[in-house]
């Protein structure tokens, strides 16, 4: 049982690139969330999945887009990287009132 | 949103108990009471949860006011290993799913919990 993971690890991107942050999870979670965290602002949510083929704006989603198109997969995409979306990224999965969250991906946009 | 407060810091010696604090004053009556920890270069990492009880489990114990304007973590027995920030955080519930959490779970700053061996 894996839980929650997350691909890739690490990744240096420059201004105007694309790319996609996976997230698995093997415990039949429906709902799935990706945050960021930055250096004294805590974790903020990106945007938040209730279920496959669903997808919901959290509190900073501008710059990102989404897809969940199986159960256990959550993409994260940023499709015109900027400097400001350097960051430590963690998805997360739920089963009620517990949230499982991966080892995170750590992205720097130059 | 509902928000917390937290020291920024706290220090405690091994094999002691540590009572982390968090006030809530502004909770609404159907907002579950969240803790995670996250150690350094990890994500984070579930504690406990509670709504007006008190809560233990194996890695700690929730005590809620019983206003619910305040909570305290307390990790029974301090190790080495329980070194990390805390969050405590707050929780509405879904809207269509019986009262359970959808898990909006806003992190805020956190209490860092240094360990003394």
């Known amino acids: 049982n894996a839980g929650v993971t997350q691909t890739p690890k690490f990744r240096v991107l420059k201004t105007g690139q694309s790319m996609t942050l996976l997230c698995a999870q093997d415990m039949n979670h429906e709902y799935m969330y990706w945050y960021r965290q930055d250096p004294g602002m805590g974790l903020r949510l990106i945007h938040y999945?209730?279920?496959?083929?669903?997808?919901a704006k959290g509190e900073v989603p501008d710059g990102y887009n989404v897809s969940r198109l199986k159960k256990q997969n959550f993409l994260l995409g940023l499709e015109s990287a900027a400097p400001s979306q350097t960051s430590v990224y963690f998805c997360?999965?739920?089963?009620?009132?517990?949230?499982?969250f991966g080892p995170g991906t750590r992205l720097t946009v130059l | 949103d509902a928000k917390t407060t937290q020291p920024n810091s706290m220090e405690s010696n091994e094999e002691e108990p540590v009572h982390l604090p968090c006030n809530h004053s502004t909770i609404s009556g159907t907002d579950y009471i969240h803790w995670y920890r996250q150690l350094p270069s990890q994500g984070p990492e579930y504690v406990i949860h509670g709504l007006t009880s008190n809560v233990n489990n194996r890695m700690a114990s929730l005590a809620i006011a019983e206003d619910r304007k305040s909570s305290t973590l307390i990790l029974h027995r301090a190790t080495l290993r329980d070194a990390a920030v805390y969050y405590c955080?707050?929780?509405?519930?879904?809207?269509?799913?019986?009262?359970?959490?959808?898990?909006?779970?806003?992190f805020g700053q956190g209490t860092i919990l240094t360990v003394h061996p």
């Open positions: 999945s209730v279920g496959e083929g669903t997808t």
């Open positions: 955080i707050l929780s509405s519930p879904r809207p269509n799913a019986g009262g359970t959490s959808y898990g909006k779970l806003t």
């Open positions: 997360a999965s739920s089963y009620l009132e517990t949230k499982f």
